[in-house]
Structures are given as structure tokens and as C-alpha cells.
T-cell receptor, first 111, second 113 residues
Framework: NAGVTQTPKFRVLKTGQSMTLLCAQD?????MYWYRQDPGMGLRLIHY???????AKGEVPDGYNVSRLKKQNFLLGLESAAPSQTSVYFC??????????FGPGTRLTVT | AQSVTQLDSQVPVFEEAPVELRCNYS??????LFWYVQYPNQGLQLLLK??????LVESINGFEAEFNKSQTSFHLRKPSVHISDTAEYFC???????????FGTGTRLLVSP
């Protein structure tokens, strides 16, 4: 039982490049979330999903897109990376607005 | 919309001393409250939660938090901290039945010998 896994762990992008972050969970959770963590700002919700095939915007969705084609996977895409997207990205899954299980994070640097 | 305030960005404390990490929330409706802990270079882990019932909730490693509705607070306490408690602690809130958590900005607990 791996819980929540994230791929990759680290990535460096140049401004304008694109990339996809993959989140996978093996707990059969309906809800999945993408957050970014920046110093002094806590965790901010980017997008979330309440089930396979659904997505919704969170607090800071601009510049990101997501897809939930399979229940166990939640992808976060950056179409044209900007330095302001340098951050640590966390994926989480859960059963609603209750306990969430977090992945280990992806550290992204955009130069 | 609900929000969470953690006024202390950093709390230094000596080993075996007591500690309190403060959390206040704003919401006009019933809420669920959580404390998460993040050890260096790791994801967040749930430390404890208040959903209903007793207003005092405890974790397995000696932390406790008390839900105070009149003061809209959910402060985290430990009577005697260990070096291994050094981490960042996040308070979070959700409206009852809602789908999302709102996190505070975190408090870094630094325990020194």
C-alpha cells in the first residue's frame, strides 16, 4: 500500500516550457487535490476533483490545468511555466473535507 | 468564506518545555478542525482532528488541542516537547459537509536541547 505517490520529485524548467506532474493513490479515494506550498503562505489549493472525470478550480488555478481520467490518478499540467510557479507541489487524496493523505511533494524550479 | 489564522510563524522552545501553537478560525457555520504536521522534506500528516463530541482531542504522540467555539480557536498544546517534534504545524478548517480544507500559513516549531 503505497498511499499517495508523486512523480517527479524534482524538476527544473525554463520559462515557457511545459510539464505534467503525476499523482497516484491506491486508497480508492474519490477526492483528490493539488496544492502549492510557498514560504509564509501555507498551502494553497490549485485544483481539485470530487471523482473520476471531474475537476474544479481552487484558490490559485491560473496557469495550471488538471485531468482526472482515472480514479486513481490526478495530473497537474503547466502549459507555459513562469518563475512565479517555482514552488513545492503537493497532491492529496481523501474522502471529502475531512482527513487528507498527502504525497511527498514535487519541488519545481522555473528559471 | 472561512479562514484560518496562525499568528506565530515560528516558535522556539527548549526540550522538555511546554508549548502552545495558536490557531484561530473564522466561520459563521459549523466547522471541522484539523492539525497537520510536516517534518522536513516530507508531505503533511494528520496530527489530530475535531469533528464533533468532546472538545478536547489528543494525538498518539502527546499533543492535544481544544475546540473553543466562543473564541473560535483550536490551539495545539504539548506539556513536554522532544527534539523530534521539530516540524511545521498547519491548522486547517472545513465547513461541515464541504469538500475542501483551508489551511493556515503554518507555525514552525523549533525544539533545541
Amino acid at each position: 500500500n503505497a498511499g499517495v505517490t508523486q512523480t517527479p520529485k524534482f524538476r527544473v524548467l525554463k520559462t515557457g516550457q511545459s510539464m505534467t506532474l503525476l499523482c497516484a493513490q491506491d486508497m480508492n479515494h474519490e477526492y483528490m487535490y493539488w496544492y502549492r506550498q510557498d514560504p509564509g503562505m501555507g498551502l494553497r489549493l490549485i485544483h481539485y476533483s470530487v471523482g473520476e472525470g471531474t475537476t474544479a478550480k481552487g484558490e490559485v488555478p491560473d496557469g495550471y490545468n488538471v485531468s482526472r481520467l482515472k480514479k486513481q490518478n490526478f495530473l497537474l499540467g503547466l502549459e507555459s511555466a513562469a518563475p512565479s510557479q517555482t514552488s513545492v507541489y503537493f497532491c492529496a487524496s481523501g474522502t471529502g473535507g475531512y482527513e487528507q493523505y498527502f504525497g511527498p511533494g514535487t519541488r519545481l524550479t522555473v528559471t | 468564506a472561512q479562514s484560518v489564522t496562525q499568528l506565530d510563524s515560528q516558535v522556539p522552545v527548549f526540550e522538555e518545555a511546554p508549548v502552545e501553537l495558536r490557531c484561530n478560525y473564522s466561520s459563521s457555520v459549523s466547522v471541522y478542525l484539523f492539525w497537520y504536521v510536516q517534518y522536513p522534506n516530507q508531505g503533511l500528516q494528520l496530527l489530530l482532528k475535531y469533528l464533533s463530541g468532546s472538545t478536547l482531542v489528543e494525538s498518539i504522540n502527546g499533543f492535544e488541542a481544544e475546540f473553543n467555539k466562543s473564541q473560535t480557536s483550536f490551539h495545539l498544546r504539548k506539556p513536554s516537547v522532544h527534539i523530534s517534534d521539530t516540524a511545521e504545524y498547519f491548522c486547517a478548517v472545513t465547513i461541515t459537509g464541504f469538500q475542501k480544507l483551508v489551511f493556515g500559513t503554518g507555525t514552525r516549531l523549533l525544539v533545541s536541547p
